[in-house]
């Protein structure tokens, strides 16, 4: 088996590299990505200066535990700074604030409902209000939205 391992060379670093890539391209795992990362690094590192296979090894070992970190510090901080790309698909109500809109119903104990694109939805009004009369949207309570009658 020593035998074997005293054998790497580059080539067989990247070759793991790409591979690990290729897996995770067609499986999107995520783990697969750093510990990728890291075999194509050491594959670098070794055409540029050859070293024994336990260096290598360990250089594996400590590249992909490196690569992970960082992608976990890093995917951490965008998560605590909510300024996530996806992170308004999360708050859809919110983005209804403000909206203008025509109530389909009379509202009936509170209650009526509105078309929002191309969704019909319920809505909860403090005040009696009768059909076509025009709201507007200034909250939101889980699925229902909070509307107030415009002026």
Excluded: C
Excluded at 31 to 49: K, S
């Amino acid at each position: 088996m020593t035998a074997l391992l005293a054998e790497l060379t580059h080539w067989h670093w990247l070759g793991l590299g790409f591979v690990l890539l290729a897996i995770e391209v067609l499986s999107s795992v995520g783990f697969l990505l750093w510990t990728g990362i890291a075999a194509v690094e050491v594959g670098l590192i070794l055409l540029l200066w050859p070293f024994g296979w336990q260096a290598q090894l360990m250089l594996f070992a400590v590249q992909s535990l490196l690569t992970t970190w960082v992608w976990w510090r890093w995917q951490h901080r965008l998560d605590s700074s909510g300024q996530d790309a996806a992170s308004p698909i999360n708050k859809r109500m919110q983005s209804y604030l403000g909206r203008e809109l025509t109530l389909l119903d009379d509202v009936v104990q509170g209650t009526s409902r509105v078309r929002l694109d191309d969704t019909v939805w319920t809505v909860r009004s403090e005040v009696p209000l009768t059909a076509g009369s025009r709201v507007k949207v200034v909250g939101a309570d889980s699925h229902i939205l909070l509307v107030e009658q415009l002026p």
